[in-house]
C-alpha cells in the first residue's frame, strides 16, 4: 500500500474527524446523504466504503440498515469507523482492494480519486471498484471541482496572498493543487466533463453527475442555513433541483458520480 506522505500526514492530523460534521462542510455532508439514499440499492445491501476515512458516511449508512465495510489507508480513519455501531474496518488501497470480486452491492468512493494525480491510478481505483460490485450493483465516486481551490481561496480571504493565488492559478490550469501551506491540501481536481472518460476507461458505464454543493458553498451565511433546521431543507431542496444541470456542476466543491453496471 503505497500513500503520498504528505497527503498521509495531512489526514494523520485528524481533520478529517470534524470536517464534515462542523462548518459549511456539513453541506457537503448532508447533500452526498441525499444523493446516495436516492441511488444506492435499498438495505440491507452490502456497501464498501472506500476511503471511508473516519466512517462519517459509514456511521449513517450502518443506521440505515446497510451491512458497511470501511476501507482506507490511514490507521487513525480505521480506528475510528471500526469503534462505530455495525461498521467493520480496516486497511486498504483503492487501487488493490482486498476483497473478493463480486460480493459487494455497492461500492463508494467518496475521497481516494482526489488523492490520486496521477489517470491511470484513477482509472485503476474505478476498476476496482468495478471488480468488487456484483452485477447490477451501484458505483459511486466523489470528485473535487477543478474550480475549488480558487473559489475556496477568495471565500476565505486569502487570494489576496501571491503564494495562494499561484497554487490556485495552476490548480486551474493543470487540476493539480499543492497548497503553500505546509499542513494545507494537495490533490487532484476534475473538471466535469473529464468524469465520464474515466470511468468508460475503467470498463464502467457513463455515470450521472451531480454537484453537491452547487454556488450555495459560496454563500457568506451558508452555516446560518446549516445551523437552522427548516432552512437547511430549504437550502438542500434548492441544491437538489439543479444538481445535474450542467452550467452549474463546475461551480460546486464536489461532484459525485453515480453508475449501476
Not at 2 to 12: E, S, W
Not at 53 to 58: I, Y
Not at 82 to 87: E, I
Not at 141 to 155: E, G, K, N, Q, T
Amino acid at each position: 500500500m503505497i500513500m503520498d506522505p504528505d497527503v498521509r500526514a495531512y489526514y494523520d492530523r485528524g481533520g478529517e474527524l470534524t470536517r464534515l460534521r462542523e462548518g459549511r462542510g456539513r453541506l457537503e455532508f448532508h447533500r452526498t446523504r441525499d444523493v446516495l439514499r436516492r441511488t444506492l440499492p435499498p438495505a440491507p445491501a452490502r456497501v464498501l466504503d472506500v476511503g471511508g476515512g473516519t466512517g462519517v458516511h459509514a456511521e449513517w449508512l450502518a443506521a440505515d440498515g446497510y451491512a458497511v465495510e470501511v476501507i482506507d489507508p490511514v490507521p487513525l480513519h480505521v480506528e475510528e469507523a471500526a469503534a462505530l455501531p455495525g461498521v467493520s474496518a480496516r486497511l486498504g488501497d483503492a487501487r488493490d482492494l482486498p476483497v473478493p470480486g463480486g460480493q459487494a452491492d455497492a461500492v463508494l468512493l467518496l475521497g481516494p480519486l482526489y488523492h490520486l494525480p496521477e489517470r491511470a491510478d484513477r482509472v485503476r481505483a474505478l476498476a476496482e471498484a468495478r471488480r468488487a460490485v456484483r452485477p447490477g450493483g451501484t458505483i459511486a465516486a466523489a470528485f473535487i471541482s477543478r474550480y475549488a481551490a480558487l473559489h475556496d481561496s477568495v471565500y476565505h480571504g486569502t487570494f489576496t496572498q501571491q503564494a495562494a493565488r499561484a497554487a490556485d492559478y495552476r490548480s486551474v490550469e493543470t487540476g493539480t493543487i499543492v497548497s503553500p501551506v505546509e499542513t494545507g491540501f494537495r490533490g487532484y481536481l476534475h473538471t466535469p466533463e473529464e468524469i465520464p472518460g474515466e470511468f468508460t476507461d475503467a470498463g464502467l458505464p457513463e455515470p450521472r453527475r451531480y454537484g453537491l454543493e452547487g454556488v450555495f458553498w459560496l454563500y457568506g451565511d451558508v452555516n446560518a442555513w446549516l445551523d437552522d433546521d427548516g432552512r437547511r431543507e430549504l437550502l438542500l431542496d434548492a441544491a437538489r433541483r439543479v444538481e445535474c444541470e450542467p452550467s452549474l456542476l463546475g461551480a460546486s466543491g464536489h461532484l459525485l458520480a453515480v453508475t449501476r453496471i
